[in-house]
């Protein structure tokens, strides 16, 4: 593929991280950034080709300020990438289960685990910390050995730490979908899933005659989500993602009824679906 660095949210071993890998493989060059929006500004910016950001967990619902840089950056949706989320308690090697005092992670993190936590260390104290990887990085840095951290089996191997226990997560369907953004759209071929935003006035039947234009044509739509528009007191941005190309007579119709429709409209990008 050539020279391929791809900026992501977090520390080393961070999920995002893990989305880049399954996305482009092992051999790319990765740039962790402080923020989503420092993501967005390396790929526009011409400093990483691509930037993976998450976008929907399947048990806290939608990363809403993922949608909110969406709409603010002239980047494209060019993939997604689902992600499997196993929380493992991982520690300094030669640490015991029974002398960890503290279990260090990002908030989202404990509370999907709290559970299992409560059984496993019922007399632990959770400390939120800034990031998953973040908090395993924090533990070989500082040489911890009263303390733990949740994070994934990526992490654990970059830091030198060992997992004291596998999968503590409460419910094994916990999944994070990311998308991949490029400064240029691609044209899938096959299968593909298509993200678009608009607004529109906010009178009766104004939403309902903006779907209709996908449900007259029997295209599925997989998510909607909707933002309020800085400035605009109660007005609101909706987000669409459907399946099916941008360029598919059926679709070319259906957007061509919704601007009609909206004061605003934008393809955010066609691309290929996650293979579940």
């Known amino acids: 593929m050539g020279w391929t660095r791809v900026a992501f949210q977090g520390e080393r071993g961070a999920f995002s991280e893990e989305a880049a890998v399954a996305r482009f493989g092992e051999g790319i060059e990765l740039l962790p950034c402080r923020s989503f929006q420092e993501v967005f500004q390396r790929v526009k910016a011409g400093k990483a080709l691509f930037g993976v950001v998450p976008i929907e967990n399947s048990l806290a619902g939608s990363v809403h300020q993922v949608y909110d840089l969406l709409l603010a950056h002239e980047l494209f949706i060019v993939g997604e990438v689902e992600v499997r989320i196993s929380h493992h308690l991982i520690a300094l090697p030669g640490v015991k289960l029974a002398g960890v005092r503290q279990v260090l992670s990002h908030p989202q993190a404990l509370a999907q685990c709290q559970g299992t936590l409560a059984r496993l260390l019922p007399h632990a104290e959770p400390v939120p910390t800034y990031d998953t990887a973040g908090s395993a990085k924090l533990l070989a840095e500082r040489g911890t050995r009263d303390a733990a951290a949740i994070a994934s089996r990526r992490a654990a191997r970059i830091y030198g730490l060992v997992i004291l ?19 240029s759209p691609v044209e899938p071929q096959g299968a593909a899933k298509t993200s678009l935003v608009f607004s529109m006035e906010n009178v009766p039947g104004a939403l309902h005659r903006c779907l209709g234009a996908f449900a007259r044509r029997g295209i599925d739509l997989t998510k909607i989500e909707s933002r309020p528009l800085r400035g605009r007191r109660w007005q609101y941005a909706f987000y669409v993602d459907f399946l099916g190309r941008s360029d598919e007579p059926q679709v070319r119709e259906a957007l061509a009824e919704l601007e009609g429709q909206t004061s605003f409209l934008r393809v955010l990008g066609s691309y290929p679906p996650a293979r579940g």
């Open 165 to 183: 226990r596998e999968h503590l997560e409460d419910d094994p369907e916990n999944y994070t979908r990311f998308l991949v953004l490029s400064p």
